[in-house]
């Protein structure tokens, strides 16, 4: 958006003024995993921060995901450091309300935690470092004084239509919103532009864990012959739901349940996100009635909590200064001048398309693959700059690298770069990488640049 121009405080478009609420150095679109991870890097290197969410609270996935794990911060079995791993520790160090710290095949340790208490912690966590956040607060929109510079965004909420202005935009927003709201280029899906399906996470209490998990882990993994004699009854639940991620739950007589997948969901449209929310509501009773009839120690099961809206695996990714491609993880690809990010994890398809394949290969526990820095910066802007799961890549190479310690870690890479480029003037793209990777060591992150 071009047409504007500024007045007593105001941004005037179409002839309607438009306020301005704040003007600082970095503003942070989405307080998921990837914009937490910025905003408290920005805010830690001396930055004026603005931190803007849709959501009645903070954290994203590990807030309204249901307690989906924490995972992803520990490739080459070491610690990524820096923000994620304090806030892990804070997780795991919880006392009543500690995480279930678990080492999963092929990904390493995942935190299994209460969502609940997340959400309270980060909370305080923010307030206790006074980092200025605005909740129930939706871009709209982005201010561009030129094609490739913001100047700010336009949010709505129950104020009304408000204008943040900054040196830097990051986007967090998990689909690129502002890339795309700017002009940047994107990729969206696979080849056919088919992405992932999508799932609510839910608890289900009232469950004799001693009688389940030895039956679901030993006797019938995935419940297979389960679903095939309520196939037969003609009760099975969907087809396309998965039940080889179901997990014995954090709480006493609870399974964490990772199992509904609606197929061909688009999270970039608000048509196709109210028909992915609506039918995985109903797959949750449906689980929960299967369970209930041929699960053993689930009679008596009941939902205890579901994730207050969908998990989205995938949608756009931006077409960046850099790439990741499919080969750079299986060949473990080390890049020392740019990289910003250690990672690793197998590959993921589930549901894609009209496919049932779901990819898992084998990787090397102790070692890792870089995520450099140019595969944040959108080619075609100079100063915004993305954080969390949209950045330049394949689409598989997506699937191994988007766990939410790994986005914390890989925000808090971009909102110190971020900083550098408000300060300098300088274009995103253009910021001194090897300064950056200081920055981040002397702030306790391991790039894996001393073996």
């Keep these: 958006?071009?047409?504007?121009?500024?007045?007593?405080?105001?941004?005037?478009?179409?002839?309607?003024?438009?306020?301005?609420?704040?003007?600082?150095?970095?503003?942070?679109?989405?307080?998921?995993?990837?914009?937490?991870g910025a905003a408290i890097a920005a805010q830690r290197r001396g930055a004026s921060v603005m931190l803007?969410?849709?959501?009645?609270?903070?954290?994203?996935?590990?807030?309204?995901?249901g307690g989906m794990p924490l995972g992803g911060a520990y490739p080459g079995l070491r610690t990524i450091g820096g923000i994620a791993e304090e806030i892990l520790t804070k997780v795991r160090n919880a006392g009543p309300d500690k995480a279930d710290v678990r080492h999963m095949p092929?990904?390493?340790?995942?935190?299994?935690?209460?969502?609940?208490?997340?959400?309270?912690?980060?909370?305080q966590f923010v307030l206790d470092?006074?980092?200025?956040?605005?909740?129930?607060?939706?871009?709209?929109?982005?201010?561009?004084?030129s094609q490739r510079h913001a100047c700010g965004i336009i949010v709505?909420?129950?104020?009304?239509?408000?204008?943040?202005l900054a040196k830097v935009i990051v986007d967090a927003t998990g689909d690129a919103d502002l890339v795309a709201k700017a002009g940047g280029r994107f990729e969206k899906g696979d080849d056919n532009g088919d992405m992932m399906g999508v799932t609510i996470v839910f608890n289900v209490g009232g469950v004799d864990t001693d009688k389940f998990m030895p039956y679901y882990t030993t006797e019938d993994p995935g419940l297979v012959k389960l679903i095939e004699k309520a196939k037969a009854d003609g009760r099975g639940p969907s087809e396309d739901d998965k039940f080889t991620s179901i997990h014995k739950g954090v709480k006493p007589n609870s399974l964490f349940?990772?199992?509904?997948?609606?197929?061909?969901?688009?999270?970039?449209?608000?048509?196709?996100?109210?028909r992915g929310e609506l039918l995985g509501r109903i797959r949750v009773f449906q689980e929960l009635t299967f369970l209930r009839e041929y699960a053993p120690g689930c009679e008596n099961a009941y939902i205890m909590n579901t994730g207050s809206q969908l998990g989205v695996r995938d949608s756009r990714r931006i077409v960046g200064e850099d790439y990741l491609s499919m080969q750079d993880c299986l060949d473990l690809r080390k890049r020392p001048e740019s990289v910003i990010l250690r990672c690793t994890g197998p590959f993921d398809n589930t549901t894609r398309g009209n496919s049932k394949v779901y990819v898992l290969n084998d990787i090397d526990m102790s070692a890792w693959y870089d995520i450099p820095y140019?595969?944040?910066?959108?080619?075609?802007?100079?100063?915004?700059?993305?954080?969390?799961r949209t950045f330049s890549c394949h689409y598989m190479a997506l699937t191994s690298s988007r766990g939410q310690g790994l986005m914390m870690g890989l925000g808090q890479a971009v909102g110190t770069a971020a900083v550098m480029a408000a300060r300098s003037g300088a274009a995103m793209k253009d910021i001194d990488v090897k300064e950056l990777q200081r920055q981040l060591m002397e702030d306790g992150c391991d790039l894996g640049l001393n073996g």
Excluded: C, Q
Aim: proline share 2%; aromatic share 8%.
């Design 257 to 274: 349940m990772n199992s509904v997948r609606v197929r061909g969901i688009d999270g970039t449209d608000a048509d196709s996100l109210t």
């Design 374 to 388: 140019g595969v944040v910066v959108p080619k075609d802007l100079d100063n915004i700059v993305v954080s969390g």
């Design 156 to 164: 709505d909420s129950k104020n009304g239509r408000e204008a943040i």
């Design 52 to 65: 803007v969410e849709a959501n009645a609270f903070l954290g994203g996935m590990m807030g309204y995901g």
């Design 129 to 145: 470092m006074g980092l200025k956040v605005r909740l129930h607060t939706w871009v709209s929109d982005v201010l561009m004084d």
């Design 106 to 123: 092929l990904f390493g340790d995942w935190y299994f935690h209460d969502a609940e208490y997340f959400k309270s912690m980060i909370a």
């Design 1 to 36: 958006m071009k047409d504007f121009k500024t007045d007593a405080g105001n941004i005037i478009l179409n002839n309607e003024a438009i306020p301005v609420i704040w003007e600082g150095d970095v503003v942070v679109a989405g307080g998921g995993p990837g914009g937490l």
